[in-house]
């Protein structure tokens, strides 16, 4: 007759190798995940204060919170370059929707570091040469953190 014990103590050992196996299996996974970045397929984009809150402008809106957007990007230690890529970045022509009569909006780019201080800026109206297609804000060296 078999001690029952053994029978016991066999199940725990193939719980413990399953229970490595599957964190083995997941640690290898998540090394090839990306670092960070914009993972969303849609853009972000906003229709600006002058636009009526049933657009779905709840930030900029004279009506809803009257302020402005920011977006954070967490930079990691030892980082040697980092680039913020913005597309079609102007006002007015491609990609753009027009809701009054003429184009009268200015979209001011700032770039801050993490202890809030000014890296570079831009002040973008109706611009042709920044229709459908990239620019970038480099920034060499960035200390970690967010920015």
């Known amino acids: 007759m078999r001690p029952i014990l053994s029978g016991s103590f066999r199940i725990r050992r193939n719980a413990t190798r399953r229970t490595v196996l ?5 640690f290898a996974f998540t ?3 990306p670092a960070g970045g914009h993972q969303s397929p849609y853009w972000a984009a906003q229709n600006g204060a002058g636009d009526a809150l049933g657009n779905g402008d709840y930030v900029s809106d004279d009506s809803g ?11 990691p230690a ?3 370059q980092m680039r913020i890529w913005i597309f079609d970045a102007d ?6 929707f027009q809701t009054n009569s ?10 801050r570091n993490p202890s809030g201080t000014l890296i ?13 297609d990239w ?11 967010h920015w």
């Open 22 to 26: 599957f964190l083995g299996l997941l």
């Open 31 to 33: 090394a090839m995940l």
């Open 65 to 75: 919170l009257n302020t402005y957007y920011r977006y954070w990007i967490e930079v």
């Open 78 to 80: 030892g980082l040697t």
């Open 91 to 96: 006002t007015g022509g491609l990609n753009d």
């Open 102 to 111: 003429s184009w009268n909006t200015y979209t001011r780019y700032e770039v």
């Open 120 to 132: 570079d800026y831009d002040v973008i109206g109706v611009d042709s040469t920044l229709d459908d």
């Open 135 to 145: 620019g970038y804000y480099e920034i060499n060296n960035p200390p970690a953190g």
